[in-house]
């Protein structure tokens, strides 16, 4: 296979683009890197793009390895034929190849070789001849196979002994074929079903899947992972379950050449055998496997999807926040966090049960608000996240000002606060403490603070636990990738947590950069950065393009323009005579002029491509800029709703808090968040949810019902 032409096909590219995107990566350069800085040579591909193809130029490498590996081991034993060869070479994915070693592959004792032990293999070739007729009956030609041995396995009693033996080869051989495995695998998925049937009589979450089928082939992902689980807490009996004369039909058909036969009786018991026992089995794991990894690749998608826009949230920029984390027996932490979301000071208050100390509370809570000039309290969402926001509302009522509140969601907070990193962070915090502080900071800036948390804590995915953890692992970390460096970081506030997300910097040269920040005071350069232990020229090169330096004297140091481009920024601004000192809003016509001159013919005289004279116009036109400005800001309250307000026909404005396969959730405002479906979502057909919602989206929905016993909000956008 020639994986460039593969993959150029599968992606719809060019070869020379694939070809020169394979060499970038080959060299150690990052997504982020490739994606920002080496648009002339992918053609401008975008991260997304580039992370499916690395993952498809890794599977295709190993499935070459693997190719080599078996045909190894089949010329090792003398049998490679060029038939072996063509079929290896044709083989699309790693299960295709296992059937080709299938018959080569040392086997632990079965039936079969105990059979060819006993000398019946010659038995079992006559019977596959399927002659017209025989010299003899086959059954007086078994005899001929009897014979007594000191190895008792190795006896043969009877001719109906060697009749069976041979069968077993038979049955083996069959089983052992990679094309009837392939053709089987195609008949059982068009024309199975996964059957769920209840494994213990008790009431479960899995309830609706006790008595279940439905089609392999049309069964969603969603659905698999849910039986799977269900499964595995024994809660259900799974099975793939086909009509076996389908596959037996077939079967005969492809083995039996001669009907008239008397060889075929034995040939069609064989194959018989050889599917219920041998192949069955064998498909059926492997079915379920291939719908494993289809379910989890495509959770694992929307899981990323969730996670980006959760992580590319507008952040509330220049607010003092108050952080709230609710709680009952040991009170609700508080923690001010400034503008720069330096934590100010912290307390600690009652208002909940057992105590029920709302005055006393609420003169803590006035005097931090009035001290600092809070802007906003931003109150987590779990445990006793109802009786704060009533009691928060209130002070705020008294108060009489413009203050507002937010119900955050704390998914993940207990995580960080409990972390080695947290404990660095704030090493004379108790856990709830940190917990207040990361709800405040994750108002002010999203990103920054759910960097601090494994992805998989943050509340925005689904069946995350029953998924292969390195593969989501790996995604969901390119997914912080790619959104910390489309952003850019300050380098010299970013915590280290942040930094090693940055391309071209591991954790450990993360630290050593906040280390070095420590010892030196703040950078004044990027190539300041060249003096940091462990950063190297390749890993300056990956990174700097990413990092920000704002009062550096280089004001293109707090620009997304690379270093290597320094020098071309500084001729675009001379040929249009801008001075450095223009950068921002001196340059609102730059952009005119180039397309005027001719942004082809500039890019030529800059000698850079096109694509990055576009993005240093853009950088040129809005230093330090931030993507996530343009988006809607968090919805900030400041009155309380309860389930019990809600009644069906109300219209509310909401935030998407999580897209699943069968729907989204989104926050109204009350404690519980409502779930539209995925049938509710549009009047059009929608086949997804995330076609028309996205994590972080405000949206105006409808109530259609409400069951305060089950804590269930029912939602729709249909009006």
């Not at 192949?279 to 494993?292: H, K, N, W």
């Not at 992580?311 to 220049?318: R, V």
């Amino acid at each position: 296979m020639n994986i460039i032409e593969a993959l150029a096909k599968e992606f719809n590219l060019k070869i020379s683009q694939v070809e020169a995107t394979v060499g970038l990566i080959d060299d150690g350069n990052t997504i982020p890197f490739i994606a920002r800085y080496r648009k002339e040579v992918t053609g401008s591909l975008d991260d997304t793009v580039l992370r499916n193809l690395d993952d498809r130029l890794k599977y295709l490498r190993n499935l070459e390895a693997r190719k080599a590996e078996v045909s190894s081991l089949i010329e090792a034993q003398g049998k490679l034929t060029p038939e072996i060869v063509e079929a290896l070479q044709k083989a699309q994915i790693l299960t295709e190849v296992e059937d080709i070693y299938r018959p080569f592959k040392p086997k632990r004792e079965t039936r079969a070789s105990i059979a060819r032990k006993k000398g019946l293999e010659p038995l079992a070739l006559l019977i596959m001849e399927q002659r017209d007729s025989y010299e003899n009956d086959l059954m007086e030609i078994a005899k001929e196979y009897i014979k007594d041995n000191e190895d008792k396995k190795l006896v043969v009693k009877t001719a109906e002994d060697a009749i069976n033996g041979a069968k077993d080869i038979i049955a083996e051989d069959i089983s052992d074929n990679a094309d009837y495995r392939k053709a089987i695998r195609a008949l059982t998925t068009e024309h199975g079903q996964i059957v769920s049937k209840k494994a213990k009589d008790e009431d479960s979450v899995y309830s609706s899947y006790y008595d279940y089928n439905e089609s392999v082939k049309k069964i969603p992902g969603h659905r698999i992972l849910a039986i799977n689980r269900g499964e595995k807490e024994e809660f259900l009996k799974v099975d793939v379950v086909v009509d076996s004369e389908i596959i037996l039909n077939y079967l005969f058909s492809s083995i039996i050449t001669n009907s008239k036969s008397p060889a075929k009786v034995y040939i069609t018991e064989a194959i018989t055998d050889s599917y219920e026992r041998l192949i069955a089995p064998s498909v059926e794991r492997e079915i379920r496997t291939a719908l494993f990894d289809d379910a989890s690749e495509g959770a694992i998608k929307l899981f990323s999807d969730n996670l980006k826009h959760l992580l590319m949230q507008a952040p509330l920029k220049g607010k003092t926040v108050l952080g709230y984390d609710p709680g009952y027996r040991t009170g609700c932490k508080l923690a001010v966090v400034d503008k720069t979301g330096k934590v100010i000071d912290t307390a600690v208050i009652y208002p909940t049960k057992p105590r029920e100390d709302i005055e006393g509370s609420a003169k803590i809570v006035t005097r931090l608000i009035t001290k600092y000039g809070v802007d906003v309290v931003a109150i987590g969402n779990g445990t006793a996240s109802k009786e704060s926001e009533i009691f928060i509302a209130g002070v705020l009522k008294e108060l009489a000002s413009d203050k507002k509140y937010i119900m955050v969601s704390e998914a993940g907070a207990s995580v960080y606060s409990a972390s080695k990193l947290g404990a660095e962070e704030f090493p004379d915090f108790d856990v709830t403490q940190r917990s207040a502080v990361s709800i405040a900071r994750r108002l002010q800036d999203p990103l920054a603070e759910l960097v601090k948390i494994d992805p998989k804590s943050i509340g925005v995915g689904q069946y995350q636990h029953d998924m292969k953890q390195a593969r989501l692992d790996e995604a969901l970390g390119g997914v912080v990738e790619d959104c910390v460096n489309s952003i850019g970081v300050d380098v010299n506030t970013a915590s280290y947590s942040l930094l090693s997300y940055i391309s071209g910097i591991n954790m450990a040269s993360a630290k050593n950069i906040v280390k070095y920040r420590e010892e030196n005071g703040e950078f004044t350069k990027r190539s300041e950065l060249l003096k940091v232990p462990k950063i190297g020229a390749k890993a300056y090169e990956q990174c700097a393009g990413f990092l920000r330096v704002p009062d550096s004297n280089e004001i293109l140091d707090n620009t997304g323009v690379h270093p290597e481009s320094y020098e071309a920024a500084k001729k675009l601004l001379a040929k249009f005579e801008y001075t450095l000192d223009s950068v921002g809003s001196g340059l609102r016509d730059i952009r005119s002029k180039c397309a005027k001159y001719g942004t082809k013919k500039l890019a030529g005289e800059l000698e850079i491509g096109e694509p990055t004279l576009l993005d240093i116009i853009g950088e040129l036109e809005k230093p330090g800029r931030d993507v996530r400005d343009s988006l809607p800001l968090p919805i900030l309250r400041d009155d309380v709703l309860g389930m019990e307000d809600l009644k069906p026909g109300m219209t509310m404005t909401g935030t998407v808090r999580n897209v699943i396969d069968f729907g989204a959730f989104i926050d109204i405002g009350v404690h519980q968040d409502g779930l539209v479906h995925v049938s509710q979502l549009s009047t059009k057909f929608v086949k997804h949810p995330s076609e028309v919602l996205s994590v972080g989206d405000i949206v105006t929905v409808k109530i259609l019902d409400v069951d305060l016993n089950k804590k269930r909000i029912s939602l729709t956008m249909k009006f």
